[in-house]
């Protein structure tokens, strides 16, 4: 008899390895591919539900596999109808994950780590331990949770889908584009890649890797300033990749892609705000086509940073448009459930 902890995670596999265990039980290949739809593209949690499977194969797969399924551990509704969810792992990590219900729009913001390595100032998951990656079909279980619960809610399903939650996924890359892959296929969930954004906070070999493989999805820089010195202290990350090395690996990447890349710009009150910081910003959007999302900024109880003033971001977006750089202003979601960007922790888990 197999104990639990030596069964193997059957979302782990391929098709094509899933085949070959099904030949060595026995089993016909055609019935791996049965199970193999269950896991994926009907995302089920339980051999018991796989209806067109023999009990006796049921009990067999039980014996021999998991599926190590995400669950909902507690969501919340914020008066905008942002619900923010957090998560439980198999291994009972936390992790949270967010559907933002705009007019024309339902996104769902996805976690790619356990916490996050890298320590952006103004980031409240900056301030947890990473623990570890998040697997592909980790990261595809909370997709498939918030798009029900998208449908169970406002009667839709979810239309785009934005790698920024916690942890940088460009840390975790082969696991993030597996699961975009699955995300993406026939025999996954089928959506759009171009419906699909991965933000980075700026791992220059990393987007050139994105050029190199071509992908279809579209990539975000959370850039916040275009000044090394002021991005240095609220990112530590920018030291050993400045601004320098973002764009020449940017340029890159658009050279191999072609996809224009969003730049998100969260100003922040008396640091980044003023005429200068917007010149400066137009200056490092001249490098390749691209848009600009400021986003307003939710303080968070460990660090000092607070919003910018409405007139000032108003005035920096005008600016922007003056030096014909496309700028949007994305006012917060979900402030009041800490549920709006740069707000996302578990609690508990610090
Ligand atoms: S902003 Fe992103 S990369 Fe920076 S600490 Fe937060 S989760 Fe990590």
Redesign the pocket.
């Known amino acids: 008899m197999i104990t639990t902890r030596q069964k193997i995670d059957i979302r782990s596999l391929s098709l094509d390895a899933l085949q070959k265990h099904f030949i060595q039980m026995d089993e016909k290949s055609f019935r791996a591919k049965q199970v193999y739809e269950w896991l994926w593209k009907k995302s089920c949690f339980s051999f018991s539900e796989m209806s067109n499977i023999s009990k006796e194969l049921r009990t067999k797969l039980d014996e021999n596999f998991v599926i190590n399924n995400v669950r909902i551990f507690n969501s919340q509704v914020s008066a905008d109808k942002t619900i923010k969810n957090s998560f439980i792992l198999h291994d009972t990590h936390l992790i949270e994950g967010v559907l933002i219900p705009t007019p024309g729009r339902m996104t769902a913001c996805v976690s790619s780590q356990v916490g996050?390595s890298?320590?952006?100032k103004f980031?409240a998951?900056?301030y947890m331990e990473r623990k570890r990656n998040l697997n592909p079909d980790e990261i595809y279980d909370q997709v498939v949770l918030i798009d029900n619960q998208c449908k169970q809610n406002y009667g839709m399903p979810l239309s785009n889908i934005v790698y920024m939650g916690?942890?940088?996924p460009l840390l975790n890359y082969k696991n993030v584009l597996d699961s975009i892959e699955k995300i993406t296929s026939e025999e996954g969930l089928n959506m759009a890649a171009k419906r699909i954004t991965v933000s980075t906070?700026g791992i220059a070999k990393m987007i050139k890797k994105l050029g190199d493989d071509q992908v279809k999805f579209n990539l975000a820089l959370?850039l916040h300033a275009a000044n090394d010195e002021k991005r240095n202290t609220i990112?530590p990350i920018n030291e050993q990749n400045s601004l320098k090395a973002l764009a020449e690996a940017l340029k890159y990447y658009y050279a191999k892609t072609k996809n224009p890349v969003t730049y998100e710009y969260i100003i922040f009150d008396g640091f980044n705000d003023n005429i200068q910081d917007a010149e400066e910003l137009a200056r490092f959007c001249k490098h390749l086509p691209c848009k600009v999302n400021i986003i307003e900024y939710n303080p968070i109880a460990f660090a000092d940073y607070l919003n910018a003033g409405e007139d000032k971001v108003e005035a920096f977006a005008e600016h922007l448009r003056k030096h014909g750089v496309n700028t949007h202003i994305r006012r917060s979601r979900g402030k009041d459930i800490d549920a709006a960007c740069?707000q996302l922790a578990i609690k508990d888990a610090k």
Do not use: N, R
């Open positions: 996050c890298l320590t952006c980031c998951t900056g916690m942890g940088e906070a959370s990112m740069g």
